[in-house]
């Protein structure tokens, strides 16, 4: 985690101590107080700064979150959690351009840093280039080989680049690797959904809504993907899943999406 990675560089014990076991903890305010006074006692420390952004982050600060990683770049250009933060948060805004460019510079820093390559990843997602989105994450699959995000995203980035073999081997992999986890199939679900394999994308999303016989989207998402390969009774079956859980959720709605198998 970044705050285990960075207690060896930071001077203030003390604060730094209590705010990584208020972290670790979820207490966020707390931990934002004590990498406060770390960074009081010692305004040149970047990574106290950097500390005091990640907290920010959490809190949902996401402006004051940005100002601190840019200061703790601007105190100590070297640590990359910095640059990867900066850049995580600059493609949430869609600021493709230049959160590729700090996401770069924290891969240069430490070339093993998977969250990085991952984020890059996402940054030429954003910006549709899935060829350099697919070699990003695939720096990140040789880093991070367990991480089904890392695969599945790796999967659609190489099919969105043409290579549908490739992304159907990836997303083979995936479902071997995490075969418990309803977000896992829901995501892999979507993949499929996505490259048009709609037989893999139902049964993708029916091991996610069997995992979690609650999980809203997961039978949405099979209505609607039922609704595609023409499999009324079974859309139907999913909808009335998705109502029972939904009270709220407005019949018509669902009356006018089926009304199209009718036709």
Same mark, same amino acid.
């Given at each position: 985690?970044?705050?285990?990675?960075?207690?060896?560089?930071?001077?203030?014990?003390?604060?730094?101590?209590?705010?990584?076991?208020?972290?670790?903890?979820?207490?966020?305010?707390?931990?934002?107080?004590?990498?406060?006074?770390? %960074?009081?006692? =010692?305004?040149?420390?970047?990574?106290?700064?950097?500390?005091? #952004?990640? &907290?920010?982050?959490?809190? !949902?600060?996401?402006?004051?979150?940005?100002?601190?990683? +840019?200061?703790?770049? &601007?105190?100590?250009?070297?640590? /990359?959690?910095?640059?990867?933060?900066?850049? *995580?948060?600059?493609?949430?805004? !869609?600021?493709?351009?230049? @959160?590729?460019?700090?996401? =770069? %510079?924290?891969?240069?820093?430490?070339?093993?840093?998977?969250?990085?390559?991952?984020?890059?990843?996402? *940054?030429?997602?954003?910006?549709?280039?899935?060829?350099?989105?697919?070699? *990003?994450?695939?720096?990140?699959?040789?880093?991070?080989?367990?991480?089904?995000?890392?695969?599945?995203?790796?999967? @659609?980035?190489?099919? +969105?680049?043409?290579?549908?073999? @490739?992304?159907?081997?990836?997303?083979?992999?995936?479902?071997?690797?995490?075969?418990?986890? /309803?977000? %896992?199939?829901?995501?892999? #679900?979507?993949?499929?959904?996505?490259?048009?394999?709609?037989?893999?994308?139902?049964?993708?999303?029916?091991?996610?809504? $069997?995992?979690? /016989?609650?999980?809203?989207? &997961?039978?949405?998402?099979?209505?609607? %993907?039922?609704?595609?390969?023409?499999?009324?009774?079974?859309?139907?079956?999913?909808?009335?899943?998705?109502?029972?859980?939904?009270?709220?959720?407005?019949?018509?709605?669902?009356?006018?999406?089926? $009304?199209?198998?009718?036709?």
């Amino acid at each position: 985690m970044h705050v285990i990675l960075l207690l060896f560089l930071l001077g203030v014990p003390g604060p730094i101590d209590r705010g990584q076991a208020a972290f670790e903890r979820g207490d966020y305010k707390a931990a934002l107080s004590a990498f406060e006074d770390a %960074v009081k006692a =010692e305004p040149k420390n970047g990574g106290a700064v950097y500390l005091r #952004g990640l &907290a920010k982050e959490r809190l !949902g600060d996401r402006p004051g979150a940005e100002a601190d990683y +840019r200061k703790a770049i &601007a105190v100590d250009a070297k640590l /990359p959690q910095p640059h990867n933060n900066l850049g *995580a948060l600059l493609a949430e805004r !869609g600021v493709f351009a230049e @959160a590729r460019a700090a996401l =770069e %510079v924290a891969t240069r820093l430490d070339p093993r840093y998977a969250e990085a390559w991952f984020n890059l990843g996402l *940054a030429f997602d954003g910006d549709k280039k899935p060829r350099e989105a697919a070699a *990003a994450y695939r720096k990140a699959r040789d880093l991070s080989p367990k991480d089904p995000d890392t695969r599945i995203n790796l999967g @659609a980035a190489l099919a +969105r680049a043409g290579d549908k073999k @490739a992304a159907a081997a990836e997303l083979a992999d995936v479902a071997r690797l995490a075969p418990r986890d /309803p977000l %896992v199939q829901l995501n892999l #679900g979507l993949v499929h959904a996505e490259l048009g394999d709609l037989d893999e994308a139902a049964s993708a999303y029916r091991r996610a809504a $069997a995992l979690k /016989p609650d999980y809203k989207k &997961a039978w949405l998402s099979l209505g609607k %993907v039922e609704l595609r390969r023409g499999k009324c009774t079974e859309a139907r079956a999913a909808f009335d899943k998705l109502l029972a859980l939904s009270p709220r959720l407005d019949k018509k709605d669902v009356d006018a999406q089926l $009304a199209r198998c009718k036709r």
